[in-house]
Nanobody, 125 residues
């Protein structure tokens, strides 16, 4: 059984930047759909960004142009660069992998079967 471990969360002023990392032990990043989801207080978990095994990415409309998902297959690590952060970006950010999806990265959280413990991101105005 693999493990996903996030790091890099914190508290930042609006307009600032954070970079999240996720070490995907046991989940080869070259092989599986990977993604970042977030959960704000009182809201459902929502997709932030996903990256296909061969590289194509998808983003939620709310983060397009501000967030960048990437991965380092040699290090088996997933990243999320978050720039121009807004208070509405506040939440717990989860790294996730879909090991049973034959192609394309799904947008629904129930399609992902491996989750990290989450890292808190707080953006204050």
């Amino acid at each position: 059984q693999g493990e996903l471990v996030e790091s890099g969360g914190g508290s930042v002023q609006a307009g600032g930047s954070l970079r999240l990392s996720c070490v995907a032990s046991g989940y080869p990043t070259s092989r599986y759909c990977l993604g970042w989801f977030r959960e704000a207080p009182g809201k459902n978990r929502e997709r932030v960004a996903t990256i296909d095994p061969n590289g194509p990415t998808n983003y939620a409309d709310s983060v397009k142009g501000r967030f960048t998902i990437s991965k380092d297959n040699a290090e088996n690590t997933l990243y999320l660069q978050m720039d121009n952060l807004k208070p509405e970006d506040t939440g717990i950010y989860y790294c996730t992998a879909a090991t049973n999806v034959p192609y394309g990265c799904p947008s629904a959280s129930f399609s992902y079967n491996a989750w990290g413990q989450g890292t808190q991101v707080t953006v204050y105005s």
